[in-house]
């Protein structure tokens, strides 16, 4: 009825859905094949208890290896009879990609190593999508060789010591690192909120 007021109704989880319906053949494959900068990230989404998520989706958003935005359009490739994704092209960095946790909860994806930004060290921003949140989450994944950049990034100088390490990947071999997010506990994730 018109002029009749409206009230908000409360948000509805995200998920499980999702992972029917956003992940894509590639989605884990930022840098090109390869490329000399590209790094492999990975890790597990856990809840409090320990246990692990199996129907997350982690997205990664980051700038090349001289810490510029890309440009790029899009390297998502269709298939011209069905209209399905068909997975990346392979030669665009784009910045971007998007993978769901397997049923222990693990992920991964490769990327390249980011460069830094003015006033930041190297860092690529994380959305996390999973059941039983009413909006995604952000946070971030520092890289841990980049200690004398830590100490400017005002992020990183803004938390306590314990609370900035879940922020910081720990390396591994052949150009790996892992990153935890853990959803709740003693050892959460630092979560960011924009206004």
Same mark, same amino acid.
């Given at each position: 009825?018109?002029?009749t007021?409206?009230?908000?109704?409360?948000?509805?989880?995200?998920?499980?859905?999702?992972?029917?319906? +956003?992940?894509?053949?590639?989605?884990?494959?930022?840098?090109?094949?390869?490329?000399? #900068?590209?790094v %492999?990230?990975? =890790? @597990? *989404?856990?809840?409090?208890?320990?246990?692990p998520?199996?129907?997350?989706?982690?997205e990664?958003?980051?700038?090349?290896?001289?810490?510029?935005?890309?440009?790029?359009?899009?390297? +998502?490739?269709?298939?011209a009879?069905?209209?399905g994704?068909?997975?990346?092209h392979? #030669?665009d960095? %784009?910045?971007? =990609? @998007? *993978?769901?946790?397997?049923?222990?909860?693990?992920?991964?994806?490769?990327?390249l190593?980011?460069g830094?930004?003015?006033?930041?060290?190297p860092?690529?921003?994380?959305c996390?999508?999973?059941?039983?949140?009413?909006?995604?989450?952000?946070?971030?994944?520092?890289?841990?060789?980049?200690?004398?950049?830590?100490?400017?990034?005002?992020?990183?100088?803004a938390?306590?010591?314990?609370?900035?390490?879940?922020?910081?990947?720990?390396?591994?071999?052949?150009?790996?690192?892992?990153?935890?997010?853990?959803?709740?506990?003693?050892?959460?994730?630092?979560?960011?909120?924009?206004?």
């Amino acid at each position: 009825m018109p002029g009749t007021p409206t009230h908000p109704t409360p948000s509805h989880t995200v998920g499980p859905f999702f992972g029917h319906a +956003l992940p894509f053949p590639g989605g884990g494959e930022l840098a090109p094949p390869g490329h000399p #900068a590209a790094v %492999t990230v990975h =890790g @597990r *989404v856990v809840d409090g208890a320990g246990a692990p998520v199996p129907d997350a989706l982690v997205e990664l958003w980051g700038p090349d290896e001289r810490g510029r935005l890309p440009r790029t359009p899009g390297s +998502l490739r269709r298939d011209a009879v069905t209209g399905g994704f068909l997975g990346r092209h392979a #030669a665009d960095f %784009t910045g971007w =990609g @998007r *993978v769901p946790t397997d049923a222990e909860g693990r992920w991964s994806a490769r990327t390249l190593r980011p460069g830094a930004r003015a006033g930041h060290a190297p860092y690529l921003a994380v959305c996390l999508f999973a059941r039983g949140l009413l909006h995604h989450l952000f946070t971030r994944l520092y890289f841990p060789e980049d200690t004398v950049a830590h100490a400017a990034d005002p992020l990183l100088a803004a938390l306590p010591p314990e609370r900035r390490r879940t922020l910081v990947a720990t390396a591994g071999p052949h150009g790996a690192y892992r990153f935890d997010i853990r959803l709740q506990g003693g050892e959460e994730t630092v979560f960011l909120e924009f206004r």
